[in-house]
C-alpha cells in the first residue's frame, strides 16, 4: 500500500505553465498538461503512458491545413513527435507518448520536455499568438 502510495505521488510532478494568455486575438495552441495516466509493469520494465493536453486558448480557429506537433524530450534528448490536429477556439486534443524504464529506476528520475512547433510556413492568420505556453515540463 505504502508502494503505491509513494508511486502515485511521486508521478504527478507539475511543473508546466500555469498563468493563461491573456490579450491573444488569434489562434493559440498552447500546452495545458502533461500527466501519467497509467503505469503497466511488463517485466524488469514498466510501460509509462503520459497524456499530453494542447487546448486552443486563442480566439480563432486554426485552418484545417495547420500542419503543428509536440516534441517530447527524455532527459534533454529528442525522442518522439506527436502530430496535433487543428484546432477550434477552446478545443483540446490529447496526445499519449508512452515509454519504458526499470521498475527499480527511483521517482522523479526520468526529466520530460514536450514543445508545441508548428511546420514553416504557417499558413497566413495561423500563427501562435502566444509562444510562452508552448512548452510543459513533467519529472516521472
Given amino acids: 500500500m505504502l508502494a503505491v502510495f509513494v508511486l502515485a505521488s511521486s ?11 491573456m490579450g491573444c486575438s488569434g489562434a ?3 500546452i495545458t498538461s502533461a500527466a501519467v495516466t497509467s503505469t503497466k509493469q511488463e517485466g524488469g520494465l514498466n510501460a509509462i503512458s503520459v497524456g499530453i493536453t494542447v487546448q486552443n486558448r486563442g480566439t480563432q480557429g486554426q485552418a484545417s491545413d495547420v500542419l503543428q506537433s509536440v516534441l517530447v524530450y527524455q532527459n534533454d ?4 513527435r506527436k502530430g ?8 483540446s486534443y490529447t496526445a499519449t507518448y508512452t515509454f519504458r524504464r526499470s521498475t527499480e529506476a527511483n521517482a522523479g528520475t526520468t526529466n ?12 497566413p492568420g495561423n500563427e501562435d499568438c502566444d509562444l510562452t505556453n508552448d512548452s510543459y515540463r513533467l519529472k516521472v
Fill in 84 to 91: 496535433i490536429p487543428p484546432l477550434r477556439p477552446g478545443q
Fill in 28 to 30: 493559440d495552441p498552447a
Fill in 11 to 21: 508521478l504527478l510532478v507539475n511543473t508546466g505553465p500555469t498563468v493563461a494568455a
Fill in 112 to 123: 520530460l520536455r514536450f514543445h508545441l512547433v508548428m511546420a514553416k510556413p504557417v499558413p
Fill in 77 to 80: 534528448v529528442k525522442i518522439d
